[in-house]
């Protein structure tokens, strides 16, 4: 699966840091941890010792195929210039995280198709090799007791793992395919917004034969579809609202500052005076030293009191990058998303002048506003 940093996608918290490969970081989520567990206890007390462990390597030897299928993904996005900073493996599967999608419809579909790619390639690397292999019994080939019937095994959910894959629904693989050959014809808010339709319907469709009959992972999977393929729509409908659009005309240009000379005290008293919860703090010409943003304000206040001055406390946003009022509001937001923080302050080209602050909010306001104004226009046209 892979999935570019949107501005509403969840961080995979919970995650441990295990290797970094070629720049990307594998990071495995301590529920992983909690599935190995339970395979390992529920095998040994139903099979014993030897079958447990023959499982408990099987389930780590296919999640090392699913991160081959990650790499595979990774190295389809290098060819294009994107990087992926970060693998992150769940107990249901792996996700890449691009840096962003391809933007042409050709490019992410060699970029989804990648992955699925690897496990035919595994599968059909186990396939020769087992051709060679005097033939087993079928029991002996169900039951994973030996090299032979392991690899075999090992075959088979490689090629399921090809099927799941490329169902044809967010956020799977498939669904991507499915909106890049739609975006070959279409544009690509329109064929998003078909491929997300044809993703939930087929999510309904599998999670009420998830409930018929009673087959609870069919419904998690069918439930996981059906957000996935919300939120793609939504990063998609933000695209396209964003596409073409200066940063001048989402930010904010009345907000408040705070001198170097202002304590946790005054800013509190700013925080609740207003609706604005992240300060610019600039020194005695204007120039801009730093953001003070409000979870940092109210953590070092329960712990430095009032009196604190505030530069102890601000942070460098965006550290590397300057956002001009010129800029692309869609690059804006990806920094914006890069960033720890939820406010990112707006400056001119030349002289650097603080001129305003980008936020989430005003970006989620503005597009709120924008397609109210053009229900408004399609009205006045009817
Ligand atoms: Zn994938």
Do not use: C, S, V, Y
């Given at each position: 699966m892979v999935r570019a940093a949107t501005l509403f996608s969840f961080n995979m918290k919970w995650s441990i840091h295990f290797v970094t490969i070629a720049g990307t970081q594998v990071r495995v989520h301590i529920t992983f941890f909690l599935l190995l567990a339970f395979i390992w206890f529920s095998t040994r007390s139903a099979h014993g010792q030897e079958a447990a462990l023959w499982t408990t390597v099987f389930v780590l030897a296919l999640f090392l195929c699913v991160l081959l299928h990650e790499f595979g993904h990774v190295f389809a996005a290098r060819r294009y210039g994107i990087r992926t900073p970060e693998i992150t493996l769940l107990p249901i599967g792996g996700v890449a995280h691009l840096e962003r999608m391809p933007r042409r419809p050709a490019h992410e579909l060699v970029v989804a198709i990648a992955g699925p790619l690897v496990n035919v390639a595994i599968a059909g690397l186990l396939f020769l090799f087992l051709r060679t292999q005097p033939p087993l019994g079928i029991e002996e080939a169900l039951a994973i007791t030996s090299p032979t019937s392991f690899l075999m095994a090992l075959m088979v959910v490689n090629l399921w793992l090809v099927v799941f894959n490329m169902?044809?629904?967010?956020?799977?693989d498939g669904g991507r395919v499915l909106r890049a050959l739609l975006a070959i014809r279409l544009d690509y808010g329109r064929a998003t917004a078909i491929a997300a339709t044809i993703g939930q319907a087929l999510a309904l469709v599998g999670g009420l034969i998830g409930f018929m009959y009673f087959h609870p992972l069919l419904i998690l999977v069918a439930i996981f579809i059906f957000l996935g393929a919300g939120q793609e729509a939504s990063a998609a409908r933000l695209q396209a609202a964003t596409?073409?659009?200066?940063v001048s005309s989402a930010m904010m240009t009345r907000f408040r500052t705070l001198h170097r000379g202002h304590t946790l005290g005054d800013a509190i008293d700013f925080l609740l005076q207003g609706s604005q919860s992240d300060f610019p703090v600039v020194d005695e010409t204007g120039d801009l030293r730093g953001m003070l943003m409000r979870a940092d304000l109210v953590r070092a206040l329960a712990e430095h009191?009032?009196?604190?001055?505030v530069t102890d406390v601000m942070v460098d946003c965006p550290a590397d990058q300057v956002i001009t009022p010129e800029l692309g509001l869609t690059r804006a937001l990806e920094i914006l998303h890069a960033s720890p923080c939820n406010s990112v302050p707006v400056l001119t080209?030349?002289?650097?002048r603080l001129v305003g602050l980008l936020t989430r909010e005003n970006i989620g306001e503005m597009i709120m506003i924008n397609s109210a104004l053009n229900r408004y226009r399609r009205h006045q046209a009817e």
């Open positions: 169902i044809p629904a967010f956020p799977m596409n073409g659009l200066p009191g009032r009196g604190h001055p080209e030349d002289d650097r």
